[in-house]
Protein backbone atom coordinates (compact mmCIF):
# COMPACT_ATOMS: atom_id res chain seq x y z
CA UNK A 1 0.00 0.00 0.00
CA UNK A 2 1.22 3.03 -0.95
CA UNK A 3 1.54 5.72 2.13
CA UNK A 4 0.14 8.87 1.91
CA UNK A 5 2.64 12.04 2.52
CA UNK A 6 1.01 14.58 4.74
CA UNK A 7 1.99 18.08 2.85
CA UNK A 8 3.75 21.06 4.86
CA UNK A 9 2.25 23.00 1.79
CA UNK A 10 -1.14 23.40 3.54
CA UNK A 11 0.01 23.91 6.90
CA UNK A 12 1.37 27.62 8.71
CA UNK A 13 3.39 28.99 11.17
CA UNK A 14 4.24 26.70 14.25
CA UNK A 15 2.19 24.06 12.79
CA UNK A 16 4.41 23.85 9.80
CA UNK A 17 7.46 23.91 12.08
CA UNK A 18 6.09 21.27 14.66
CA UNK A 19 5.91 19.04 11.61
CA UNK A 20 8.66 19.48 10.19
CA UNK A 21 10.35 18.77 13.33
CA UNK A 22 8.32 15.36 13.82
CA UNK A 23 9.06 15.03 10.25
CA UNK A 24 12.86 14.98 11.00
CA UNK A 25 12.70 12.83 14.15
CA UNK A 26 10.71 10.09 12.82
CA UNK A 27 13.83 10.07 10.13
CA UNK A 28 15.82 10.18 13.02
CA UNK A 29 14.60 6.72 14.69
CA UNK A 30 14.54 4.95 10.97
CA UNK A 31 17.94 5.65 10.07
CA UNK A 32 18.75 4.57 13.84
CA UNK A 33 17.12 1.22 13.33
CA UNK A 34 18.52 0.96 9.74
CA UNK A 35 22.07 1.53 11.48
CA UNK A 36 21.60 -0.93 14.61
CA UNK A 37 21.87 1.70 17.16
CA UNK A 38 18.11 0.76 19.74
CA UNK A 39 18.00 -1.95 21.80
CA UNK A 40 14.43 -3.29 21.35
CA UNK A 41 11.90 -0.94 21.82
CA UNK A 42 14.05 0.87 24.13
CA UNK A 43 15.97 3.94 23.81
CA UNK A 44 14.50 7.46 23.70
CA UNK A 45 14.92 10.72 21.28
CA UNK A 46 13.36 13.76 22.26
CA UNK A 47 12.76 17.34 20.38
CA UNK A 48 11.55 20.72 21.99
CA UNK A 49 8.35 21.74 20.08
CA UNK A 50 9.36 24.44 17.67
CA UNK A 51 8.02 27.58 18.97
CA UNK A 52 7.73 25.91 22.81
CA UNK A 53 10.06 26.01 25.98
CA UNK A 54 8.03 23.17 27.36
CA UNK A 55 6.80 21.01 25.44
CA UNK A 56 9.01 18.46 23.62
CA UNK A 57 8.31 15.45 20.96
CA UNK A 58 9.06 11.98 22.24
CA UNK A 59 8.41 8.30 21.00
CA UNK A 60 5.90 6.11 22.76
CA UNK A 61 7.37 3.54 24.79
CA UNK A 62 5.31 0.71 22.77
CA UNK A 63 6.50 1.25 19.41
CA UNK A 64 9.69 -0.05 18.11
CA UNK A 65 12.24 2.62 16.28
CA UNK A 66 10.93 0.86 12.54
CA UNK A 67 7.06 1.85 13.56
CA UNK A 68 7.68 5.31 14.07
CA UNK A 69 5.85 7.64 12.41
CA UNK A 70 5.81 11.90 12.35
CA UNK A 71 2.11 11.79 13.48
CA UNK A 72 2.56 8.92 15.97
CA UNK A 73 5.00 11.12 18.30
CA UNK A 74 3.87 12.38 21.92
CA UNK A 75 4.14 15.50 23.17
CA UNK A 76 5.18 15.60 26.69
CA UNK A 77 6.07 18.06 29.04
CA UNK A 78 9.54 18.46 31.22
CA UNK A 79 8.36 15.99 33.32
CA UNK A 80 7.22 13.39 30.86
CA UNK A 81 3.57 14.22 31.25
CA UNK A 82 1.77 13.00 28.22
CA UNK A 83 0.03 15.91 26.60
CA UNK A 84 -0.79 14.79 23.08
CA UNK A 85 -0.79 11.78 21.28
CA UNK A 86 -1.47 8.29 22.13
CA UNK A 87 0.94 6.02 24.26
CA UNK A 88 2.60 5.42 27.46
CA UNK A 89 5.71 7.56 28.69
CA UNK A 90 8.32 5.80 30.07
CA UNK A 91 9.09 8.68 32.62
CA UNK A 92 12.19 7.22 34.08
CA UNK A 93 14.07 7.24 30.22
CA UNK A 94 12.60 10.32 30.17
CA UNK A 95 13.97 12.46 33.18
CA UNK A 96 17.17 13.21 31.83
CA UNK A 97 15.86 14.55 28.72
CA UNK A 98 13.98 16.73 30.12
CA UNK A 99 16.88 17.79 32.51
CA UNK A 100 18.74 18.31 29.71
CA UNK A 101 16.84 20.14 27.44
CA UNK A 102 16.22 22.86 30.46
CA UNK A 103 19.38 23.05 31.68
CA UNK A 104 21.33 23.54 27.69
CA UNK A 105 20.70 26.16 25.59
CA UNK A 106 22.29 23.88 22.72
CA UNK A 107 20.03 20.40 23.39
CA UNK A 108 17.42 21.06 21.33
CA UNK A 109 17.11 17.71 19.95
CA UNK A 110 18.57 14.46 22.09
CA UNK A 111 19.19 10.65 20.90
CA UNK A 112 20.08 8.47 23.40
CA UNK A 113 20.36 4.88 22.11
CA UNK A 114 22.79 1.67 22.75
CA UNK A 115 24.46 1.70 18.84
CA UNK A 116 27.05 -1.47 19.64
CA UNK A 117 30.69 0.40 19.33
CA UNK A 118 29.94 3.62 21.88
CA UNK A 119 27.71 1.22 23.97
CA UNK A 120 31.09 -1.27 24.11
CA UNK A 121 33.48 1.67 24.88
CA UNK A 122 30.87 2.70 27.70
CA UNK A 123 31.52 -1.16 29.39
CA UNK A 124 35.28 -0.55 29.41
CA UNK A 125 36.29 0.90 32.87
CA UNK A 126 37.99 4.27 31.90
CA UNK A 127 37.00 3.66 28.46
CA UNK A 128 37.90 6.30 25.37
CA UNK A 129 36.90 7.21 21.98
CA UNK A 130 39.80 7.19 20.38
CA UNK A 131 41.72 9.53 18.35
CA UNK A 132 43.39 7.59 15.37
CA UNK A 133 40.96 8.57 12.79
CA UNK A 134 40.63 11.83 10.73
CA UNK A 135 36.82 11.61 12.11
CA UNK A 136 38.31 12.78 15.96
CA UNK A 137 39.26 16.14 14.28
CA UNK A 138 35.63 16.59 13.88
CA UNK A 139 34.93 15.55 17.53
CA UNK A 140 37.24 16.19 20.06
CA UNK A 141 36.31 18.79 21.71
CA UNK A 142 32.50 17.70 21.57
CA UNK A 143 32.99 14.12 23.86
CA UNK A 144 32.93 13.90 27.58
CA UNK A 145 32.98 10.55 29.26
CA UNK A 146 30.90 9.95 32.25
CA UNK A 147 32.47 7.75 34.53
CA UNK A 148 29.94 6.92 36.95
CA UNK A 149 26.29 5.55 37.20
CA UNK A 150 25.19 5.44 40.35
CA UNK A 151 21.55 3.52 39.77
CA UNK A 152 18.50 5.74 38.57
CA UNK A 153 19.09 9.35 37.59
CA UNK A 154 17.85 11.63 40.12
CA UNK A 155 18.63 15.38 40.91
CA UNK A 156 21.60 14.95 42.00
CA UNK A 157 23.09 12.29 39.12
CA UNK A 158 21.27 15.06 36.48
CA UNK A 159 23.01 17.94 37.89
CA UNK A 160 26.28 15.97 38.28
CA UNK A 161 25.99 15.30 34.77
CA UNK A 162 24.81 18.76 33.60
CA UNK A 163 27.77 19.98 34.96
CA UNK A 164 30.81 17.74 33.13
CA UNK A 165 28.54 17.99 30.23
CA UNK A 166 28.78 22.10 30.54
CA UNK A 167 27.84 24.59 27.81
CA UNK A 168 30.19 22.88 24.53
CA UNK A 169 29.83 19.64 25.02
CA UNK A 170 27.54 17.41 22.52
CA UNK A 171 28.56 13.96 22.65
CA UNK A 172 28.29 11.59 26.03
CA UNK A 173 30.04 8.60 26.50
CA UNK A 174 27.47 7.26 29.55
CA UNK A 175 29.28 5.14 32.33
CA UNK A 176 27.68 1.25 31.13
CA UNK A 177 25.26 2.90 29.43
CA UNK A 178 25.52 3.57 26.14
CA UNK A 179 25.85 7.57 24.49
CA UNK A 180 23.72 10.20 24.25
CA UNK A 181 23.98 13.36 21.65
CA UNK A 182 22.65 16.37 21.74
CA UNK A 183 21.79 19.03 18.68
CA UNK A 184 19.99 22.39 17.76
CA UNK A 185 18.54 20.39 15.48
CA UNK A 186 17.83 16.77 14.50
CA UNK A 187 20.54 16.95 11.43
CA UNK A 188 23.20 18.20 14.18
CA UNK A 189 22.30 15.88 16.77
CA UNK A 190 22.42 12.57 14.33
CA UNK A 191 25.28 13.46 12.68
CA UNK A 192 26.74 13.73 16.11
CA UNK A 193 25.78 10.01 16.71
CA UNK A 194 26.36 8.83 13.56
CA UNK A 195 30.23 10.05 13.25
CA UNK A 196 30.72 9.21 16.95
CA UNK A 197 29.36 5.67 16.87
CA UNK A 198 31.57 5.33 13.55
CA UNK A 199 34.77 6.32 15.15
CA UNK A 200 33.37 4.20 18.36
CA UNK A 201 34.03 1.21 15.38
CA UNK A 202 37.03 2.07 14.20
CA UNK A 203 38.54 2.46 17.93
CA UNK A 204 37.13 -1.17 18.80
CA UNK A 205 38.46 -2.80 15.46
CA UNK A 206 41.65 -1.02 15.81
CA UNK A 207 42.61 -1.86 19.20
CA UNK A 208 41.90 -5.65 18.65
CA UNK A 209 44.78 -5.09 16.26
CA UNK A 210 47.14 -2.99 18.57
CA UNK A 211 47.22 -0.71 21.50
CA UNK A 212 49.76 1.67 19.67
CA UNK A 213 47.12 3.36 17.67
CA UNK A 214 47.89 6.57 16.17
CA UNK A 215 46.82 10.17 17.78
CA UNK A 216 45.12 13.09 16.00
CA UNK A 217 47.42 15.82 17.88
CA UNK A 218 45.65 18.37 20.75
CA UNK A 219 46.07 21.23 18.41
CA UNK A 220 44.23 19.69 15.51
CA UNK A 221 41.55 19.07 17.49
CA UNK A 222 41.33 22.49 18.90
CA UNK A 223 41.26 24.67 15.66
CA UNK A 224 39.20 22.04 13.31
CA UNK A 225 36.30 23.97 12.71
CA UNK A 226 33.47 23.49 9.98
CA UNK A 227 34.47 20.32 7.89
CA UNK A 228 33.34 21.77 4.70
CA UNK A 229 34.64 25.03 4.98
CA UNK A 230 33.34 28.13 2.50
CA UNK A 231 30.08 25.36 1.43
CA UNK A 232 26.50 25.52 2.34
CA UNK A 233 24.37 24.09 3.67
CA UNK A 234 26.23 22.88 6.88
CA UNK A 235 27.61 19.06 6.53
CA UNK A 236 25.13 17.74 9.07
CA UNK A 237 22.34 19.41 7.18
CA UNK A 238 23.57 17.77 3.75
CA UNK A 239 24.39 14.39 5.20
CA UNK A 240 20.70 14.42 7.04
CA UNK A 241 18.84 15.14 3.47
CA UNK A 242 20.89 12.70 1.78
CA UNK A 243 19.90 10.34 4.56
CA UNK A 244 16.30 11.49 4.54
CA UNK A 245 16.26 11.08 0.55
CA UNK A 246 17.39 7.17 0.79
CA UNK A 247 14.24 6.70 3.21
CA UNK A 248 12.09 8.55 0.72
CA UNK A 249 12.71 5.69 -1.40
CA UNK A 250 12.71 2.75 0.71
CA UNK A 251 10.44 3.89 3.97
CA UNK A 252 8.35 6.80 2.96
CA UNK A 253 6.10 5.91 5.79
CA UNK A 254 8.04 7.86 7.98
CA UNK A 255 6.39 11.41 7.07
CA UNK A 256 2.90 10.02 7.70
Avoid at 46 to 70: C, K, Q, W
Avoid at 214 to 226: E, I, Q, T, W
Wanted: aromatic content about 8%.
Amino acid sequence: MTAVIRSMDSLKGADAAEWQARVHLAAAFRLANRAGWNEGIANHFSMIVPGSTDRYLLNPRELHFSEITASNLLVVDEKGNRLAGHGQVRAVAFYLHGRLHKALPGAKCILHAHAPYSTAISLVRGGRLGKAHGIAMGLGRLVCHDDEMQGPVNDDEADRLIRIVGPDKRIIFHAMHGMTTLGATVAEAYDHFYFAERMSMYTVLARQMSDDLHAVPDAALRSYGNRDPGLEPSADIVHFNAMMRVLDREEPDYKT
